[in-house]
């Protein structure tokens, strides 16, 4: 389950602090960095609104952050922890996993809903946050509708969670049909993976083809339009269990 957290943004509406007096807080260990965004965002933990209050009024009553710092405990904060000088990791926004991977935010949006995506921290106005992993949970996702199997996306994810309690020993049970459910799966994606593969072959030849009459087309009867070469399949080599074996 995702930890609820403050975006700088919803943590300090309403509010215009300095840059300055911020950093201090972060850095006297106040206010807590769980994370940050792509564009550099910072993001805090559960308690920093309250935390933030609290030391607002003491701030207006004359306290300097160091002071409330050393006092912390007697008025009802949490012990301060400085910062180790520990990278603060970097979280994605909706959009930035839409586009890592192609496709729509409005997709990720309904995937995440689903819980076929999960979010690492879900900050307090709403807003999903996610790691790396999740970027490629949504990838798997996002093939699955290249093969045509947008239908059996859920299937993965039902799949893919059930696999995973079995694995850490939490059931015994019902294993067999499992397996059975999980081959059967893997057999139909199997399936839509060569008929694309086949298909991208096809047209590769077809396109080659296509490519020189165009050229002659262009030479016959437009010369002066530059030709413009169709831009070439990388071809990516994987390795098997028996070549990767021969090293």
């Given at each position: 389950?995702?930890?609820?957290?403050?975006?700088?943004?919803?943590?300090?509406?309403?509010?215009?602090?300095?840059?300055?007096?911020?950093?201090?807080?972060?850095?006297?260990?106040?206010?807590?960095?769980?994370?940050?965004?792509?564009?550099?965002?910072?993001?805090?933990?559960?308690?920093?609104?309250?935390?933030?209050?609290?030391?607002?009024?003491?701030?207006?009553?004359?306290?300097?952050?160091?002071?409330?710092?050393?006092?912390?405990?007697?008025?009802?904060?949490?012990?301060?922890?400085?910062?180790?000088?520990?990278?603060?990791?970097?979280?994605?926004?909706?959009d930035d996993v839409a586009r890592a991977i192609?496709?729509?935010?409005?997709?990720?949006?309904?995937?995440?809903?689903?819980?076929?995506?999960?979010?690492?921290?879900?900050?307090?106005?709403?807003?999903?946050?996610?790691?790396?992993?999740?970027?490629?949970?949504?990838?798997?996702?996002?093939?699955?509708?290249?093969?045509?199997?947008?239908?059996?996306?859920?299937?993965?994810?039902?799949?893919?969670?059930?696999?995973?309690?079995?694995?850490?020993?939490?059931?015994?049970?019902?294993?067999?049909?499992?397996?059975?459910?999980?081959?059967?799966?893997?057999?139909?994606?199997?399936?839509?993976?060569?008929?694309?593969?086949?298909?991208?072959?096809?047209?590769?030849?077809?396109?080659?083809?296509?490519?020189?009459?165009?050229?002659?087309?262009?030479?016959?009867?437009?010369?002066?339009?530059?030709?413009?070469?169709?831009?070439?399949?990388?071809?990516?080599?994987?390795?098997?269990?028996?070549?990767?074996?021969?090293?």
């Open positions: 389950m995702a930890r609820e957290t403050w975006t700088w943004a919803e943590l300090f509406a309403g509010l215009d602090p300095t840059p300055a007096f911020v950093d201090e807080l972060e850095r006297l260990g106040l206010l807590r960095v769980v994370a940050q965004d792509k564009r550099g965002e910072r993001i805090y933990d559960a308690d920093a609104r309250d935390t933030l209050e609290r030391v607002m009024v003491l701030v207006e009553a004359g306290y300097e952050p160091r002071d409330i710092a050393v006092i912390a405990h007697k008025v009802g904060l949490k012990e301060p922890k400085r910062r180790l000088g520990r990278r603060t990791p970097t979280l994605l926004r909706v192609g496709v729509e935010p409005a997709k990720v949006e309904v995937w995440h809903g689903a819980g076929w995506v999960i979010a690492q921290l879900v900050t307090e106005g709403g807003v999903p946050m996610f790691s790396q992993r999740a970027v490629e949970q949504a990838r798997a996702l996002a093939d699955l509708a290249t093969l045509g199997l947008d239908a059996d996306v859920a299937t993965w994810a039902g799949l893919a969670a059930r696999l995973a309690r079995y694995e850490a020993g939490a059931e015994g049970e019902g294993a067999d049909a499992l397996v059975r459910e999980a081959s059967d799966f893997a057999r139909l994606v199997l399936g839509a993976s060569d008929r694309l593969r086949l298909a991208v072959r096809r047209w590769a030849k077809r396109l080659a083809a296509f490519d020189k009459r165009v050229e002659r087309v262009r030479r016959l009867h437009a010369p002066e339009v530059a030709r413009v070469k169709p831009r070439r399949r990388v071809r990516t080599h994987v390795p098997t269990r028996s070549t990767s074996r021969k090293s």
